[in-house]
């Protein structure tokens, strides 16, 4: 489930013909790697770094490096070291390619995942929710609750016992603002800034019956009649697809409660300024300045 569907051997970048540099010491064919999924990317970059750094007992591939093997989606910019969790540290420590964490753990925190020995689900994400940006936290944990992987009660109790520790606030507050509704990461991150701005709280997967048939919309504000949809990297290249998405909006806007509908892609939601624009040009009120601009998304 977890591993890499196709085979890429990591060598020497002056043995491949185009290779793409992993790391020092690693790389592989360019062609191989366009090949991949940015979650294998990601999963193939831990792997090699866990072979060329050799693990030892106490060592335990943990945090984001955790959440790559686990398939878990990604947001803030990664520092593309090896993250490990050493029982025997008393800090810290940030070397060359991996940074080990000063932690302890309990039995049921390490499993083995195609061969490797990493920290659990619930005890990586709570690891990343801790250490990431509050966006990021609510892409994984809004993935996780889709997926029934895990659920909020478990994650507030293994929260539970590190109140006060830094970034255990933040945790909690985008566990409970999670939501297994929102279907994908633009979602989850418009999700965010919506709140942000001091919008409503959109209703997520409503679904509008249309004599063209019943049509489910990512976002919808009752108390305003307003759609929302986020656009994700279809290209609507094919004629049939693009006007069958015609008819979906225009039966949309026809719908007696709707009106408006706002549009919007990633580089709205990483620049509020640029979202309050689309909402507040389809009807919505947005009460507040625009917060800062995310960084933009990896992948």
Sequence with gaps: MHSIDRAVLVRPAGSLRDPVRLFPGSAVERSDWLALTPV????????ARTDAVGIDVDGVVSHRSAAALWGLPDFDRDDGRLHLIDVRRQKTHCGPGVVRHVGTLRRDDVVRLD?????????TVVDVIRSVSFVHAVI??????????????????????????RG??????????????????????????????????????????????Q????????????????????????AETLWREKLREDALRRHASVHGVARWTMSEVVDPAKLATVLIAAGLPVLRAAPRRLPAPRG
Excluded: M
């Excluded at 061969?115 to 005890?123: H, K």
């Excluded at 993935?143 to 109140?163: C, N, Y």
């Design 215 to 238: 049509y489910r919309v990512d976002f919808w504000w009752p108390e305003h009649g307003i759609v929302g949809e986020f656009d994700g990297r279809v290209k609507y290249d094919d």
């Design 140 to 165: 994984v944990l809004d993935h996780v609750l889709r997926l029934g992987r895990l659920t909020k009660p478990q994650l507030l109790d293994a929260l539970a016992p590190l109140r006060g520790l």
């Design 168 to 213: 255990s606030s933040r945790a909690i507050d985008a566990v409970r603002f999670a939501d297994p509704l929102a279907e994908s990461p633009g979602e989850s991150a418009s999700r965010v800034q919506v709140r942000e701005l001091r919008l409503p709280t959109p209703v997520l997967q409503h679904e509008f019956d249309t004599p063209n048939g």
């Design 40 to 47: 294998e990317r990601r999963r193939l970059v831990v792997r």
């Design 115 to 123: 061969g490797i020995t990493v920290t659990s689900l619930l005890r």
